[in-house]
């Protein structure tokens, strides 16, 4: 187990003790106010509406409950409740106690929150404003990078910031440099000026240089981002006049080292390093249609495992580092799996299945980034169809049983393709799971279509180049245990970056970008002394010291 | 239109072949004009004031007096002698020749400050442009005129500074401290007691008193820059600075000095019935201003000034004269902060401690005027002592902000601040008192207010019903 109190993803707004979230005419308003001893661990003060994983928890599932809860919201507002400060980032003295591997997946989280964001801004309908009324430094101004618009008080000192450079040696860490050029298409020698300048730029430069888009005289602020967002609502097609379903906290137990979940179990073997992941799929045939999977709200099985399994993944990437493999199995009925892919795809058009099947996307992204060796086991009594079996195709590796296992009365393990596989599932290079497994043979996922229902045994996967290794029953146990084994034994660093680099072929987006640059520049120069040896700018913030570089470029 | 630039602008820094420089100030020469029209002193273009008039560095020449129309005003620049050895005192880079230009490292840092600094001048200028209409004697009048054009020349010190060393920023940053006003909900001051009114007399002392003293601290940390230009304009500055606290500490003085007479001459502690202002009254503005005075000084421990101190931007008050290693790497300061409710002193990195230090410097300086003012009081026969609050009262910024403390250092419940706070500041009632003592300007030779003494001596020893004024 982790030294401290395992962090918990799960909370609601009542629980909320960093934002404030309010609704009104059709645009909801998240309002930053930090709460300065608030911080998830001690030894730091959340001073300037600076942040840590705490605080964008929060966020995110104030992201995700407004998808869900709230089909009338079609703007959101992210905004300051302290005077002349935005946000000012996340907070340098919480960095400066963290762990590296804290560092990173507190990067990482935030990462996906706001590409969350987006998400929600180009799927949902429910695009983000960001209203500044001060300081937006760094991560404060990273976080308005995600929304849509930005509005900027024009009082003369209101500016926006990325200071990460010259004041701590580092980058920004949620994708800023990224979104400015690739984004917001500012112009590559401005962005350079404007990231080397600590204190950034306000006003009118600011507005000419795309870094915000537009200048409000601070007294008209509160008004101007209200109709601004009012109007935006306005035109969303999101149904105003739906329902919300409730998202009730995911129940899990921890007993031990197994963690269970409504349809999912994990069990954790800390000699191997490795955890398994059984999902199962459906108990019953799907509900009719779009109003009976309304009615079953947050129990629809879906969405319900989708829950499950985002919160098993964020629980174990930051409660446990040393468990580097996920061996990844499933248990159920596949005719039931594919019956309510079938449903998704044809209710897609409903606001709600919509969302679900834009969580399952994000959370196979998630599974994606996870730092995390993947192997898949497909054995019999398995249900690894389309939205499944988007989780052997996320594996770095797959073993499937040829035959059955001897004794067992059960039948032998197929997979099926669903329509699902097809396209409502892009990774973050924009591509299907199969179009990027199969980049040298496009076609072939053409022809691949034709199987969709089929129930694939080991030998046809194999022939459709869907798993990697077919051993039978004498070899199965060995197969899978040197697998996991031999993972256990790698360098975990070296592992993560050839796993990263061999998971995202094909073409770079911004969210590739973002993610390979994050795991690449930033974690190099997190671990150089010039940010974080003894006398790195990181190390020394805040002392008043100053930081002596190695000069020397690498 | 060539324009002779050492006439108009009296300077010491070779103005007349700088290009730079005067293309710089062709632009912004005629905006700050529309500015001290537009924000100046309400009504005032016309008259002509007494007023001293800085032509050179050298003591007979920072002095000059005569009448000017304000608009006419010199407004020149001054930066104090060079010392060719003078060498950084402190931080980082202590010993190394002190820097004649900006370090490319060290310049969003040096701007920053210097555009902080340079604000607050004009805002004063725009808090104070009313007070002209209810002015308690031509004496006084003159002196709030001295002070606004004074600021003016401040404003230009830090206008030459970003014009000459910083390049288009610094052109740009000059026209932002014209754009900003005070109290502008749009556009504001950047420190909050630069945007709050000076709408009476006894204010406008006490503010003369406390913040500018301030300024005093603030410019004398700055007259100790690695940054030549920097330190040698602040110096000169200082001079003047003086002259403002001298108006503050004598202004409160005098009103003291007046409702003690009239309490000794009626026998009396009700001196409102007399129309003179009350020494509890007089106590209530001193705690007023001097906890935002003090917010100023910013937060107790900061990473900022820590930053500048290193770096070797702004140092400590009279830092040469300090007998330590002036890098303050190993050393500790002590720092009062609130732990589990208590107020409690506490030792921290003395780098980070370095606004507390100089806001230690400025309270024991403001305590020496007080003194001052009880030896009048004292002398006067009259049992009553001013007192400076404790330092955690009434803040709005540090360790203390938000927190209910009493004037002598008790941490209070919200219970007992509410049941006594009307006992600690000014009251509606209070402030509705003094404004009824501001009538029409006192505008004859050698008369005076009624709540108000007039001063021992006139300014540059003139007669005390010489006419500082001509209104035209």
């Known amino acids: 187990m982790a030294e401290t109190a395992p962090i918990d993803f799960r909370t609601e707004p009542s ?157 920004p860490g949620t994708g800023g440099l990224t979104r400015l050029v690739d984004k917001r298409l500012v112009r590559r020698d401005h962005a350079d000026f404007f990231c080397t300048t600590a204190e950034g730029l306000r006003g009118k430069r600011a507005k000419e240089w795309r870094l915000v888009d537009r200048l409000v005289p601070p007294s008209k602020l509160v008004d101007e981002t209200k109709k601004t967002a009012e109007d935006v609502a306005a035109k969303s097609a999101r149904p105003k006049d739906a329902k919300g379903i409730a998202l009730p906290a995911v129940e899990r137990s921890i007993e031990g080292d197994t963690i269970r979940y409504g349809h999912l179990t994990v069990e954790i073997d800390r000699e191997g390093r490795s955890a398994k992941l059984r999902v199962n799929g459906p108990a019953a045939a799907p509900p009719a249609d779009a109003a009976a999977i309304h009615a079953q709200g947050a129990a629809f099985w879906p969405l319900a495992l989708a829950r499950d399994l985002d919160d098993a993944m964020m629980h174990l ?10 061996v990844l199995q499933s248990q159920g009925d596949a005719t039931l799996v594919e019956a309510y892919d079938a449903l998704l795809a044809k209710e897609a058009s409903n606001w709600l299945v919509r969302e679900i099947v834009l969580y399952w996307k994000r959370t196979l992204k998630r599974l994606d980034v996870s730092s995390r060796s993947l192997i898949a086991l497909v054995e019999p009594g398995s249900c690894f169809a389309g939205t499944l079996f988007e989780l052997v195709l996320a594996a770095d590796r797959s073993y499937m049983l040829d035959g059955v296992f001897d004794g067992s009365n059960l039948p032998t393990a197929t997979i099926r393709l669903t329509s699902m596989n097809f396209g409502p599932y892009p990774m973050g290079n924009g591509l299907t799971r199969l179009a990027t497994r199969f980049l040298a043979e496009p076609a072939h996922v053409d022809e691949l279509k034709g199987e969709i229902g089929e129930a694939l045994d080991a030998e046809a996967a194999d022939e459709a180049g869907l798993v990697t290794f077919t051993p039978d029953d004498i070899d199965w146990e060995d197969e899978v245990r040197l697998a996991v084994e031999e993972r256990a034994g790698f360098s975990p660093d070296g592992l993560i970056g050839m796993e990263a680099n061999l998971r995202f072929p094909g073409p770079e987006t911004m969210e590739t970008k973002i993610f390979a640059r994050l795991s690449a520049w930033q974690n190099w120069i997190f671990q150089r002394p010039n940010a974080t040896g003894p006398e790195g700018a990181l190390k020394l913030y805040g002392t008043g010291k100053q930081s002596k570089y190695d000069r020397k470029r690498a | 239109m060539a324009i002779d630039y050492s006439q108009l602008i009296p300077n010491n820094v070779d103005l007349s072949s700088d290009r730079r420089l005067q293309r710089a100030l062709e632009n912004w020469q005629p905006r700050f004009l529309d ?162 009114e000076t709408p009476d007399w006894l204010s406008f002392f006490m503010f003369t008193f406390f913040t500018d003293r301030d300024g005093k601290y603030q410019l004398a940390s700055l007259a100790e820059s690695g940054f030549d230009p920097l330190a040698r304009s602040c110096r000169f500055m200082l001079t003047e600075e003086a002259h403002h606290m001298f108006v503050g500490e004598t202004g409160v003085g005098r009103i003291i000095q007046r409702t003690c007479e009239l309490m000794k001459e009626h026998k009396t502690d009700d001196v409102r019935a007399l129309g003179a202002i009350d020494l509890p009254t007089m106590q209530k503005y001193l705690n007023f201003h001097f906890s935002v005075s003090l917010d100023l000084f910013g937060q107790e421990a900061s990473t900022n000034a820590a930053n500048y101190y290193t770096q070797g931007v702004k140092g400590r008050y009279l830092e040469t004269r300090i007998g330590d290693d002036h890098l303050l790497v190993n050393d500790t300061y002590e720092i009062e902060t609130i732990e589990d409710g208590r107020i409690v002193k506490k030792a921290v990195p003395a780098l980070q401690a370095l606004n507390e230090r100089l806001r230690q410097d400025y309270i024991e300086d403001c305590a020496r005027g007080v003194v001052r003012w009880n030896k009048a009081i004292e002398k006067a026969g009259i049992n009553f002592e001013m007192k400076l609050p404790h330092r955690a009262f009434d803040r709005r910024i540090g360790a203390f902000a938000g927190q209910r403390v009493s004037p002598d250092g008790k941490l209070l419940s919200e219970a007992e601040w509410k049941a006594n706070e009307s006992k600690w500041l000014p009251t509606d009632e209070d402030r509705a008192y003094i404004t009824s003592l501001m009538g029409p300007a006192v505008t004859q030779p050698g008369k005076f207010a009624h709540w108000i003494a007039p001063p021992a001596r006139g300014i540059n020893n003139q007669p005390g019903d010489f006419e500082y004024v001509r209104f035209n």
Request: charged residues 25%; negative net charge.
């Open chain 2, 35 to 196: 500015w001290w029209k537009d924000m100046g002193p309400d009504g005032t273009s016309a008259f002509d004031v007494y007023l001293r008039t800085a032509i050179s560095t050298d003591a007979n020449g920072w002095a000059n007096f005569g009448y000017v129309k304000m608009p006419e005003y010199r407004w020149g620049i001054f930066l104090a002698e060079r010392d060719q050895n003078r060498q950084i005192a402190f931080g980082d880079n202590k010993g190394k020749p002190a820097w004649q230009d900006v370090p490319g490292e060290h310049r969003s840092t040096l701007r920053r400050l210097i555009v902080t600094q340079g604000d607050t001048e004009p805002a004063s200028v725009e808090q104070q442009r009313l007070l002209g209409k209810t002015a308690p004697s031509l004496y006084d009048l003159r002196n709030l005129f001295q002070i606004n054009v004074e600021e003016g020349r401040h404003l230009w010190a830090m206008v030459y500074l970003l014009h000459a060393y910083f390049g288009r920023d610094g052109r740009e940053e000059a026209e932002a401290m014209l754009e900003r006003h005070s109290g502008d909900p749009d556009k504001p001051r950047i420190l909050g007691a630069f945007n709050e």
């Open chain 1, 15 to 171: 629980r909320y003790r960093h934002w404030k979230l309010a609704l009104e005419n059709g645009v909801a308003y998240l309002t930053m106010d930090v709460n300065e001893d608030g911080g998830l661990k001690p030894g730091y003060k959340l001073k300037l509406n600076s942040y840590d994983l705490g605080v964008d928890i929060e966020l995110a599932d104030a992201v995700q409950r407004l998808r869900f809860e709230h089909p009338e919201i079609g703007a959101v507002v992210i905004r300051s409740q302290r005077d002349r400060i935005f946000c000012s980032g996340a907070n340098i003295n919480m960095l400066g106690l963290s762990t590296h591997d804290h560092k990173v997946n507190f990067c990482k989280f935030t990462n996906e929150t706001r590409l969350a964001i987006e998400d929600a801004s180009t799927h949902s309908g429910q695009t983000y404003i960001c209203s500044i009324n001060g300081i937006a430094a760094g991560g404060g101004y990273e976080l308005a990078l995600a929304c849509e618009q930005i509005l900027l008080a024009d009082d003369g000192s209101s500016a926006v910031s990325l200071p990460e450079l010259p004041l701590l040696a580092v980058l």
């Open chain 1, 317 to 326: 990437r930051l409660n446990e580092t040393e468990i580097g493999t996920w």
